[in-house]
Every structure is written in C-alpha cells, then in structure tokens.
C-alpha cells in the first residue's frame, strides 16, 4: 500500500495516514512499529511522554528503510516546556529515537495557564533553522492559543494535532486551521476504542462497500482532508487500517456520518490541561 503525501505550509510533504504508539510499551511500539512499516506505512506519531522512543527508533533501524522515506514525528512534553529546555528536550528524543533529524515536533499540550508556550515555539522555531527538525507543529492548541503564536511568532504551526473522529468533529477549531494554512491531524481517530466502532451507522455503511467500521471512519477523515494517525499493535488492524485507498465514500455517507457529531471529548480539554 502506498500512502498520498499531503503538503503542510511550510512546504514539507508529510504522509496522510500514519501510524500511532500512545500506550504502547518500549517493546510493543517495536513490534507494532516493524508490522506497520512492513505493511506500508511510512509515518510514525510518538512523544516523549509516551516512553517509547526507544522501541520505534530500533523498529525504524531494523526495517532497513531509507531515513529519507521515513517521517518521523514526536512531541516535547509538558515538563519540557521553555526555550533551553525545548532546545534540550528535542536533543533527548533525537538521541532516544538513534536519528539526526525530526520530520516533525510538536508542544503536546499548550498549559495556557503556565504561559511558556510561546517561548517553547521560539525553540522549535530555531529547530527548524538549524535543520534538528524539518516542521514544526502544535498538539491540542485552540483558536485562543494559535492565534497568539499567529501574532506573536514567525512561524505559523504546520500542523495542529487534536482529538477528532465521527463524535467530535471540531468543526470550529478545523475552519481555523483553514484560515490559516494550518494541517488539522487527528489523534484518536477512531474515538480510542470507547464504541465509536459499534455505531450501527457506520456498520451500515461499511457493509455497503465491504468494509469495517474503522475503516470506514478513517476515509471519512481522509476525505475531510485530515492526517490520521490510527493506533492497533495487532497485525491484522495494522493492515486493516492502512487499506483505505481503494474505496470513496459517497457524498450521503460523508453526511451521515456529519450527523454522529456528538461534540464530546474522550481526552482532556486542553484549556485546563496542565499534567506534569
Ligand atoms: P485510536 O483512535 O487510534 O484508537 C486506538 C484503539 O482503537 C486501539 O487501541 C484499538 O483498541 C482500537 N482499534 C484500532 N484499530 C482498530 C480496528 N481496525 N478495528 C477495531 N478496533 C481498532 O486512538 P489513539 O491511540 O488514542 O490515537 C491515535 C494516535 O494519536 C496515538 O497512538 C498517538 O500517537 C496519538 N495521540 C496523540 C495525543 C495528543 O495529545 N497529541 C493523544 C492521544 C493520542
């Protein structure tokens, strides 16, 4: 399977789909890894917060695939925030990962009530000039915290990566980001397995072109334009979910599943957020 390229802002080409290692531990992110690069995948999504960097970097070696092929994201953690430390955290996680460069970094929370994420933006900003990282981006920022960095910083965030599928669409948040040039990537794509995958309306429609549920809601992503990063460590959901390319949803379907929105997060909410 061969994945479509969509290009951020800043002119990077970054995967569409890619692959998730939230709660995967050091030894299953690298299992997982090796399967998902082996089925496809090009694309990988981890942080620091995650304890993971490790497995997926002796995963990425060990698939003999070329560094260049490989986009590789990960994000500094709440703990890591303020200029030195941003500096000093990206240098741990390349460190961890056994790579030189990172094709994307992104703040995982912005802790509006902390107010160093502005400076941390300042750090990836010189990241990315000095070549340590090839785009940078944002996780769970809202309109009020992006459009601070709009105004205040040089670079406009390539990505914003925040909870999304069928019962939290985010609406607002993804019209913002169009305004803006910002990528919208959504994490929990399949709503984390809390029985967004048993919706008899997305069962229906799977059933329509002969297939699953998930894979129903990640061309619904697909097709609204979002990067999707969908997480299993089983093998058979690792090539299910990254066999999306062969079917379209209609314009009905598409409305249909427009029409779950339930606007409610499983996650925190990022305004409150501040987990250390
Ligand atoms: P997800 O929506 O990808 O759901 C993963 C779960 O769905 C799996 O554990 C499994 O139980 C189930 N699943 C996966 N494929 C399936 C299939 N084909 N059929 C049936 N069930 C299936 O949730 P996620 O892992 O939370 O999100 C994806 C990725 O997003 C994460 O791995 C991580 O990389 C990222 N993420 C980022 C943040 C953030 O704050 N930036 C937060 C959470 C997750």
């Not at 995967?15 to 709660?23: R, Y």
């Not at 986009?71 to 890591?80: A, G, R, S, V």
């Not at 040089?154 to 990505?159: G, M, Q, R, S």
Request: glycine share 10%; proline share 5%.
């Amino acid at each position: 399977v061969s994945v479509p390229n969509v290009d951020l802002i800043d002119g990077t080409a970054m995967p569409q789909l890619g692959f998730g290692v939230f709660q995967a531990s050091d030894a299953e992110a690298e299992q997982a890894v090796r399967t998902a690069l082996e089925q496809g995948y090009r694309s990988v999504d981890t942080a620091s917060a995650y304890g993971n960097e490790e497995g997926v970097g002796r995963a990425l070696r060990a698939s003999g695939v070329p560094r260049e092929e490989l986009f590789i994201t990960t994000k500094l953690w709440n703990d890591e925030q303020g200029y030195d430390s941003a500096l000093r955290a990206c240098d741990a996680s390349l460190s961890r990962l056994g790579l030189d460069y990172l094709d994307l970094y992104l703040i995982h929370w912005p802790m509006p009530g902390r107010g160093t994420y502005l400076e941390t933006w300042r750090a990836l900003e010189e990241l990315k000039r000095d070549g340590r990282v090839r785009a940078i981006g944002v996780s769970n920022f809202t309109v009020e915290t992006l459009g601070r960095i709009i105004e205040e910083a040089d670079a406009v965030p390539a990505v914003n990566q925040i909870e999304l599928h069928p019962y939290f669409q985010q609406d607002g948040l993804r019209a913002f980001h169009r305004d803006h040039g910002i990528r919208t990537e959504a994490w929990a794509p399949l709503g984390q397995g809390h029985g967004l995958l048993d919706d008899p309306a997305l069962d229906r429609i799977g059933r329509n072109h002969g297939r699953t549920p998930a894979q129903v809601v990640l061309r619904w992503h697909l097709q609204i334009g979002n990067v999707v990063i969908p997480k299993s460590v089983t093998p058979s959901r690792i090539a299910e979910n990254i066999d999306v390319f062969g079917f379209e949803l209609s314009p009905d379907d598409m409305k249909a599943i427009g029409e779950l929105d339930q606007n409610t997060r499983f996650g925190p909410d990022p305004a409150t957020f501040e987990m250390a």
